[in-house]
């Protein structure tokens, strides 16, 4: 283990930041592992109350001064798909590790850049698909080894109001299926590989139907292909608005085997087959990887370096491509070159 610890930046102090990293990463910082070198957030408010609960050195509105006066190891970048502007290149340019919250960006050309400029510095990234770190999902990758895998089906149901602003608003999240169903999505890529084609269609929101502030579609229907020829669908719906009813399966057919991947475990066939003994954070898990990566100078240790992750981003992105084009099949090699 470093005995010093590594020098982190956060560039975005929202609900992910705040909820779900710096409280996975805090027992590093406590036993000296990391150190929250610099905070960065256009607002004050937001730097101030996370500065007194987390104790970074420096807080900065820009970060541009941020770079400019800090040296870091890692950057945690944290933001909305649109806000991403440079922050990337600078990062990469001076050699800092990338970690980036998904959606990675609502545009395919913008990510091939950033991807660019972090294979021209050879930094470490990692994108923050958690999912891949639930030990469940290990499980089900070790499990389908001994299983002929012909298609997956995915429901996503979710019940409730809109919480922010900015997720539920189709023009700057891409819609539920970009925000958020994307984890299901490269979790099924953990499963069984990379996506090569897609195909979807969307049932519309009308203006006045349903909750302010959400536009996004009622109902998001999409039709994969693998790379190896096995198929999935993925349903996800935002109707469930004013009942605690909701919904969330993934599920893997093989010959002879229904496995239901579950965050605590695995059942296959009506039987559990994997269980988790006590409940791990995949935030922890997941941060523990990409910190080590950076420790060891090894790219090749996150689970969804920034690279490997554009499939998933093109399979959600081009999702909305079919459907805005009435369902046209849209093979993503083609989509991610344009």
């Known amino acids: 283990m470093s005995t ?12 992910i930041s705040t909820h779900a990293h710096l409280p996975a990463l805090m027992p590093l910082a406590e036993a000296g592992e990391v150190e929250f070198t610099a905070f960065c957030d256009p607002s004050e408010a937001a730097l101030q109350e996370q500065a007194a609960a987390f104790k970074p050195k420096a807080t900065y509105t820009s970060h541009y001064a941020m770079f400019e006066q800090e040296s870091l190891d890692a950057l945690y970048l944290c933001i909305p798909p649109t806000l991403h502007t440079d922050e990337i290149l600078l990062a990469a340019e001076k050699g800092i590790a990338v970690f980036v919250e998904k959606p990675q960006t609502l545009s395919m050309a913008q990510a091939a850049q950033f991807n660019r400029a972090i294979a021209k510095a050879g930094v470490v990234s990692q994108v923050g ?3 891949r770190y639930y030990p469940s999902s290990e499980a089900v990758r070790h499990l389908l080894k001994e299983r002929t895998p012909r ?13 922010r602003y900015w997720t539920s608003r189709y023009e700057l999240c891409g819609g539920s299926f970009v925000e958020n169903s994307i984890h299901k999505v490269d979790l099924l890529r953990f499963f069984l590989g990379d996506i090569e084609a897609v195909s979807a269609f969307y049932v519309a929101r009308k203006p006045g139907e349903g909750p302010e502030p959400m536009n996004m579609p009622h109902v998001y229907n999409v039709n994969y292909r693998f790379a190896s020829g096995l198929t999935a669908n993925v349903t996800t719906s935002r109707v469930l608005t004013h009942v605690k009813a909701s919904r969330s399966e993934v599920l893997l057919v093989s010959d002879d085997s229904l496995v239901e991947w579950g965050e605590s475990q695995v059942v296959e066939n009506g039987a559990v087959v994997w269980e ?10 997941q941060a523990q990887s990409f910190l080590e990566a950076v420790r060891t100078h090894d790219p090749t240790l996150p689970r969804s370096p920034y690279p490997e992750a554009l499939n998933s981003l093109a ?21 991610v070159g344009e």
């Open 276 to 285: 988790e003994a006590q409940s791990s954070n995949p935030f922890a898990l």
């Open 315 to 335: 399979a959600v992105l081009g999702a909305n491509a079919s459907a805005e084009q009435g369902g046209k099949i849209i093979e993503l090699a083609e989509f």
């Open 151 to 163: 298609h997956a089906l995915v429901q996503l149901l979710y019940s409730g109001q809109p919480v």
């Open 129 to 131: 698909f958690m999912s």
């Open 4 to 15: 010093t610890p590594l020098r982190l930046g956060f560039i975005g102090l929202g609900f």
